[in-house]
């Protein structure tokens, strides 16, 4: 193509590149094993809750099944549910 320009060069740096898939992994198993530990803190009050039982289901078996990429939305679910019974547990 005879007119066409060429892009000029940005000023900004190129992005960093991402992490490697097992970095990734690592930093997903240890965000899902402090979870795990606030769940499992949570003492009798919080086991006889209906709710513990599924705080553990996604932490567990839906969070195995789960692609890389859909395992932090699992474990925001998680987080959340686990904050519930944490404020649930303290007002008993």
Do not use: C
Request: net charge positive; no cysteine; glycine share 2%.
């Amino acid at each position: 193509m005879p007119y066409r320009r060429t892009p000029a060069p940005s000023a900004t740096p190129s992005p960093s590149p991402r992490a490697s898939f097992r970095e990734r992994y690592d930093e997903i198993e240890a965000h899902r094993a402090a979870l795990v530990a606030r769940l499992t803190s949570l003492g009798e009050a919080g086991q006889r809750h209906p709710a513990y039982k599924r705080a553990f289901t996604l932490l567990n078996a839906t969070f195995r099944r789960s692609k890389l990429a859909q395992r932090l939305a699992v474990l925001q679910a998680a987080a959340w549910l686990i904050d519930v019974l944490e404020k649930l547990t303290a007002i008993t």
